[in-house]
């Protein structure tokens, strides 16, 4: 007898028949796909929620800053404790969401008003807050500091276009603490926030704000120097060089006419 065997290394092929489907095959989805769908939905509301205390919160940190320059430190603070109600509004919602959390918009609005509480703090006299204090995470905390450094630039020219120098140099010994401690943390960008280009930027900040400050006080020693000398700076205006007078010019002389000739007069007859 011939031998049926399949040599070695040949697929054994075997005959079958497809089975066939019926309604039960996808029966399952009828309760798989309304538990997506209504969990979307509440992950959608949720984000809704979520956005718009986010804008709110930035739009309060903004008018925070703005009255603390205006030397409106009460109202500042009053505008952040409602600004620190939204922010709570804002995590509740998301509660349950990572994903959503860490899409990025809660980080902006809790860098917004970190970067608030600490210009109020530090504008005011006060000291800077801590992240557990601002209810915010690490990264937006970083990255608000580093921000407020530009609101203390701010503050800086304001007082020196008024003739203010009390308090530059302190506000320049705070910008130059923040960054100080900023250019220590050495961490990839997906964990701090970017904060490696925001620090890239204080200290163009920094430097700036130091040149300036420089030159006003060069200035103002100077003339205190002239004043205490006697010889204060003439607030008249320079006379303007005289000209040199320039002598009236003659009319050229005439030259002198040719003498007529003298006819002999016609002879008598």
């Known amino acids: 007898m011939a031998n ?21 095959s996808t029966a399952p989805l009828d309760q798989i796909i309304p538990l997506i769908v209504e969990n979307l939905t509440a992950k959608n509301a949720a984000r809704e929620r979520a956005l718009v205390a986010s804008r709110k919160l930035i739009r309060l940190s903004a ?6 320059h205006r030397g409106e430190f009460e109202r500042a603070g009053e505008i952040l404790d409602e600004a620190a109600a939204v922010r709570d509004d ?9 994903d959503i959390y860490h899409a990025g918009f809660l980080h902006d609005a809790q860098k917004e008003y970190a970067e608030a509480r600490t210009t109020l703090a530090l504008l005011s006299g006060g000291v800077i807050p801590t ?12 990255n608000g500091i580093a921000e ?5 630039r701010r503050m800086v020219l304001d007082r020196l276009r008024r003739g203010e120098y009390d308090g530059c140099e302190e506000l320049l010994g705070a910008m130059d603490d923040i960054y100080s401690v900023l250019v220590t943390i050495d961490f990839p960008d997906a964990m701090t926030g970017g904060l490696r280009r925001t620090t890239d930027q204080t200290r163009g900040i920094l430097e ?21 000398a006697g010889t204060p700076p003439s607030s008249r205006k320079p006379r303007a060089a005289s000209r040199p007078a320039v ?23």
């Open 4 to 24: 049926l065997e399949p040599s070695a290394g040949t697929p054994r092929t075997m005959n079958r028949t497809p089975a066939i489907l019926n309604r039960e």
């Open 63 to 68: 008018n925070s800053i703005r009255a603390v």
């Open 90 to 98: 804002a995590v509740a919602a998301l509660q349950g969401y990572g």
């Open 131 to 142: 992240p557990e204090s601002l209810g915010v995470e690490a990264p937006a905390y970083l």
């Open 148 to 152: 407020a450094v530009g609101e203390l």
């Open 208 to 228: 700036r704000t130091r040149g300036d400050l420089t030159m006003a006080m060069v200035q103002r020693r100077a003339t205190d120097d002239m004043a205490a």
């Open 247 to 269: 002598p009236e010019q003659q009319p050229p002389a005439e030259p002198p006419s040719a003498p007529k000739e003298e006819r002999e007069p016609p002879p008598m007859f």
